[in-house]
Nanobody, 126 residues
Framework: QVQLIESGGGLVQAGGSLRLSCATS??????????MAWFRQAPGKEREFVAA????????YYANFVKGRFTISKDNAKNTLYLQMTNLQPEDTAVYYC?????????????????WGQGTQVTVSS
């Protein structure tokens, strides 16, 4: 059974940085070749797409609001997905989730993701 476990969230001041990690276990060989993504959900709002990376690792795809502040990457040897976040702002406050796509593509379509982590809280103070 595939499990995704996020870590790295926390409280940071505006302008600060955090790196989120998503460790994959179970069926790791398949996970290496699948598209992965980060989503986030703020209180009272719907879950929204943040960034995606294809199974090949090349051709990352970002939400417009990222504006060059976030970088998605993965380390296949460690079965881990990352989200490096810089210049964080209070509006970035949310629970961040990693997810594994059904195929190898980089996608923002939430319904196409078959496995999800439990989420990690990111809080940015002003």
């Amino acid at each position: 059974q595939v499990q995704l476990i996020e870590s790295g969230g926390g409280l940071v001041q505006a302008g600060g940085s955090l790196r989120l990690s998503c460790a994959t276990s179970g069926d790791t060989f398949a996970s290496i070749n699948k598209g992965m993504a980060w989503f986030r959900q703020a209180p009272g709002k719907e879950r929204e797409f943040v960034a995606a990376i294809p199974g090949s690792g090349s051709g990352q795809y970002y939400a417009n609001f990222v504006k060059g502040r976030f970088t998605i990457s993965k380390d296949n040897a460690k079965n881990t997905l990352y989200l490096q976040m810089t210049n964080l702002q209070p509006e970035d406050t949310a629970v961040y989730y990693c997810a594994r796509h059904r195929t190898s593509v980089a996608s923002a379509a939430i319904d196409e993701f078959e496995y999800w982590g439990q989420g990690t809280q990111v809080t940015v103070s002003s």
